[in-house]
């Protein structure tokens, strides 16, 4: 506290000699107290501002203990859900849907029937490619069974009438045909010459006017007829004495040849050639069968692997064709019938700096942000063997399968996964967040009696979280510093800045 002191007020006539001498003592006194007054302002606030946050801070500083224990090493990396499998299901052909089995959400198995298309036109043509190959099988058993017993014989009868036909031919006229034929010319003449009795008495009973015309034109078409017929059978008698002519041995010769040549392929049954190119016209046919016969097979549709109908891009009634680009379920064809999905799968970017600890086999657990507190297990499938590089981030693509019998997880999800990648048992282990860099090396302040600490440089191993394993440096027992007095942590691992 700083007392003022208020002078007693002197008249001048007052004032003596000793009474000056007073004056002067009282301000020095005055004097002293504002000294002393300023001295103690001054400690009060150094005490406030540098003293109290020394003591503070030391009384702040935390410490952990240094022990041996079991290190978990865990991987931890983002990723999302995918089917393992998707495709745009649609027919091979354009045509019209006929009827739709399913709708989204639903789950089918492999070779289910999804959907029918209209295969009405197909079945026509069906039936003409059957009706091809029957007449084509039809055909190759003809030639295999050769020709009838019938057909045989009746070559055979063909071949005996020709070859008699020969040996008359080349045995000539019999003596009783010439004289047959010699009878038959006496006979006309006779016809002939009694014919021209009659037409010369009719003619004489016409120029008297006995007839009429018409009586007498009828004898005389009779004597022109017998007349004829006496040049036929003098001719036929010529014909009989003169015997065969060279040209009609010839002819019916070579006509006997040609039966005994259709006799002997009637006995010798169908050439290999033929019955090839008939069993061949049965392979055209059963092809042409088979093909429409597929194509209407292909207007069932059916499942190509068993997962979930993700979505519906057509109904009955509607016109669609086969997709010709890339199938998703996010980016389907409006042609597509709909979109398959197959069980879902993790697919997750694990950094460079760990893919090493990642193996085949290895359990997962798995986080999904849409359900807090869930947690889901599965194993590691594949490993990409190309990195990814992302704004010059560097990381490999890790799938996990993830049983989810009640569909929980759906295409497109964020999770986090936690690989296990194994545990270091019995090692020193310190708190992350303790160790920094110190002249080019890496340690953690130890804390001495006093409040005092000392650098240690140690060598690290596997860091976890926030633990990270000790190699050497430390014996186990000490305390290392968590926080860190003014002016001791010269230099972060964090970031590697002085703080």
């Known amino acids: 506290m700083t007392i003022a002191l208020k002078p007693k007020e002197l008249k001048p006539k007052e004032l003596k000699p000793n009474g000056l001498s007073k004056l002067k003592a009282n301000k020095w006194l005055l004097g002293l107290l504002i000294l002393i007054s300023m001295i103690g302002v001054g400690y009060l606030t150094y005490y406030q501002l540098v003293v109290v946050p020394q003591q503070q801070a030391k009384l702040k500083i935390q410490t952990a203990l240094v022990k041996r224990g079991n290190l978990t090493i865990a991987v931890s990396a983002n990723g999302t859900v995918e089917p393992e499998r998707s495709v745009n299901v649609s027919p091979k052909t354009s045509g019209i849907l006929k009827q739709l089995l399913v709708k989204e959400g639903d789950s089918v198995q492999l070779g289910q029937v999804l959907a029918y298309m209209d295969a009405s036109n197909l079945q026509g043509q069906l039936r003409q490619a059957q009706g091809n190959l029957a007449a084509a099988e039809a055909n190759v058993q003809k030639l295999l069974n050769g020709n009838r017993t019938q057909d045989i014989a009746t070559a055979k009868a063909q071949l005996a009438e020709q070859d008699a036909n020969l040996q008359k031919l080349l045995n000539g006229n019999r003596l009783q045909e010439v004289a047959q034929a010699e009878a038959q010319l006496r006979d006309a003449q006779y016809a002939l010459r009694q014919a021209n009795d009659d037409l010369k008495r009719n003619q004489e009973l016409y120029n008297s006017g006995a007839i009429a015309l018409q009586s007498l034109n009828t004898f005389r078409t009779s004597r022109d007829r017998a007349q004829t017929q006496v040049k036929q059978t003098q001719a036929a008698a010529s014909l009989m004495r003169s015997g065969t002519r060279p040209e009609e041995i010839i002819q019916a010769e070579a006509l006997l040849k040609q039966k005994q040549e259709a006799l002997s392929l009637s006995q010798a049954g ?60 996010s980016s389907a064809s409006s042609s597509s019938i709909l979109a398959l999905a197959s069980t879902n799968q993790i697919v997750a970017q694990v950094a460079e700096a760990n893919i090493a600890q990642i193996r085949m086999g290895l359990v997962a657990t798995i986080q999904a942000d849409a359900y807090p507190g ?32 009640q569909h929980l997880l759906r295409s497109g999800m964020n999770v986090t996964v936690d690989f296990k990648a194994g545990e270091l048992k019995n090692v020193l282990v310190v708190p ?68």
């Open 432 to 499: 992350t967040g303790a160790i920094v860099q110190q002249n080019n090396s890496q340690g953690v302040f130890v804390a001495k009696d006093k409040g005092d600490s000392v650098f240690v440089p140690i060598v690290v191993g596997t860091t976890v979280n926030d633990k990270t394993e000790v190699k050497s440096g430390l014996t186990g027992n000490e305390h290392v510093l968590l926080s860190f007095p003014p002016g001791t942590r010269k230099v972060s691992t964090a970031n590697g800045r002085r703080s």
């Open 270 to 329: 169908s050439r290999p050639e033929d019955i090839q190119q008939a069993r061949a016209q049965v392979a055209a046919a059963e092809g042409a069968v088979q093909i429409i016969q597929t194509d209407i097979n292909d207007m069932v549709i059916r499942a190509p692997f068993s997962g979930i109908v993700a979505r519906k891009f057509a109904d009955p009634g509607s016109f669609v064709t086969p997709t010709t680009a890339g199938s998703s379920v």
């Open 374 to 405: 869930k947690t889901f297990t599965g194993q590691v499938t594949q490993i990409a063997t190309q990195s990814d590089v992302v704004q010059n981030v560097t990381s490999f693509e890790v799938k996990t399968s993830v049983p989810d019998p």
